[in-house]
Nanobody, 127 residues
Framework: QVQLVESGGGLVQAGGSLRLSCAAS????????MGWLRQAPGKEREFVAC???????????DYADSVKGRFIISRDNGKITVYLQMNSLRPEDTAVYYC?????????????????WGQGTQVTVSS
């Protein structure tokens, strides 16, 4: 089983940036697809971004419409880490952000598509 530990959350003003990190341990995750999801108070957990296992020469990445153009997901298999660079943050981005992964085929876009999770890291954006 892969264990995930997120870091990098915190309090930031609107318009600012944060970079979240998700460090994996347990075994290699280069063949795993990974995602970031978030959950705001009183709301369901929602998809933010995903990145595939390595394809022929590159990775596939996708984003929720609400973060497209502002967030960037990346992975460093050598460091066994997934990142989420968050720019131009808005108050509505405030949530607990979770890193998740799976080594099986499935959807990127819902919680059900992932097999293991980190504990989450709080991101708070003030107006």
């Amino acid at each position: 089983q892969v264990q995930l530990v997120e870091s990098g959350g915190g309090l930031v003003q609107a318009g600012g940036s944060l970079r979240l990190s998700c460090a994996a341990s347990g075994r290699t995750f280069s063949g795993h697809r990974m995602g970031w999801l978030r959950q705001a108070p009183g709301k369901e957990r929602e998809f933010v971004a995903c990145i595939s296992r390595k394809g022929y020469s590159t990775y596939y990445a996708d984003y929720a419409d609400s973060v497209k153009g502002r967030f960037i997901i990346s992975r460093d298999n050598g460091k066994i880490t997934v990142y989420l660079q968050m720019n131009s943050l808005r108050p509505e981005d405030t949530a607990v952000y979770y890193c998740a992964g799976s080594d099986a085929r499935g959807t990127f876009y819902t919680s059900a598509g992932y097999d293991y999770w980190g504990q989450g890291t709080q991101v708070t954006v003030s107006s």
